[in-house]
């Protein structure tokens, strides 16, 4: 075989091979085997839209934490903490809606105050002493000289006060004698149901020294200056001598401060 042949002979194989590899490639095509694209190259932008965050947003607090933007596949960017952060290349975020406030815990209601406040021991009655709940007496003593002892007793059921000093009358005396002012008690003598209490009255002067003296038979007695109702003890048969240096001491729980004046 020539060469002119030979190489005409070459060239119609290499068309045939050409012929019969692009024919494959048709094949391949037509039945879906072709190249697949293996997608965008690095630095390209994804075309499928972003998918959301798995991760929970956290719950509003109190105070807002500044972030920095994110920009998507399409070139928006979603907003940071603030919703108001710009991403880096995309467009300004829309502001993230802000977090409701906790609402405000209702106050307790305040404890009660242990129920209804307990009232104070109620005082003892400070009721005055009156002749229909008392018996008097009046008993002259020998010691000291020229006394009578005045004595009240407490025949109720509650408690009763003698204040001050008694208003004692002789005969038809239309005043009342003065107190030894140092016999005033410090503290009002309270009589509780059967227990005394006691004052003296000075008659007349030991010495003889006191004028205007004469004998009385009876005896008024009011418990204090203020009151209106008085008491009529007996007074001895003989009556007693009475002068213008006539005293009585203030009310005493004793007979002993009494008779001491």
Same mark, same amino acid.
């Given at each position: 075989? @020539? ?10 194989? %290499? *068309? ?8 494959? !490639? ?47 596949? &399409?070139? %928006? ?14 467009? =300004? ?11 405000? $815990? ?20 400070? =009721?005055?002493?009156?002749?229909? @709940? !008392?018996?008097? =007496?009046?008993?002259? *003593? ?7 002892? %005045? !004595? ?22 239309? @005043? ?21 209490? #006691?004052?003296?009255?000075?008659? +007349? &002067?030991?010495?003889? +020294?006191?004028? $205007?003296? #004469?004998?009385?038979? +009876? ?8 009151? @209106? ?11 007693? #001598?009475?002068?213008? +240096?006539?005293? *009585?001491? #203030? ?11």
């Amino acid at each position: 075989m @020539s060469t002119r042949t030979h190489r005409a002979h070459h060239t119609r194989m %290499l *068309v045939a091979a050409a012929l019969t590899a692009a024919t494959l !490639t048709l094949t391949a095509c037509n039945s879906g085997e072709g190249v697949q694209d293996e997608g965008a190259s690095a630095g390209s932008a994804p075309t499928a839209a972003p998918t959301a965050s798995s991760t929970p947003s956290p719950k509003p607090s109190g105070g807002t934490a500044t972030g920095t933007g994110r920009t998507d596949s &399409a070139g %928006l960017t979603s907003g940071g903490s603030t919703g108001g952060a710009a991403g880096a290349n995309g467009t =300004t975020g829309s502001s993230g809606s802000s977090g409701s406030s906790g609402s405000t $815990g209702s106050s307790g209601s305040s404890g009660s105050t242990g129920g209804s406040s307990a009232s104070k021991d109620s005082e003892p009655t400070r =009721t005055p002493c009156s002749p229909t @709940s !008392t018996r008097t =007496t009046a008993t002259e *003593v020998s010691r000291p000289l020229n006394h009578l002892l %005045l !004595t009240v007793t407490n025949t109720g059921s509650k408690n009763c006060n003698l204040t001050g000093y008694p208003a004692v009358r002789f005969g038809e005396a239309q @005043s009342v004698p003065p107190a030894f002012e140092d016999s005033k008690p410090q503290a009002v003598v309270t009589l509780a149901p059967g227990e005394s209490g #006691y004052a003296s009255v000075l008659l +007349s &002067a030991a010495d003889g +020294s006191g004028a $205007g003296g #004469y004998t009385a038979k +009876s005896l008024a007695v009011s418990f204090d200056n203020s009151a @209106s109702a008085a008491a009529h003890p007996s007074l001895p048969a003989k009556g007693v #001598y009475v002068d213008d +240096s006539i005293r *009585v001491s #203030y009310w005493q729980s004793t007979m002993a401060d009494a008779l001491a004046w």
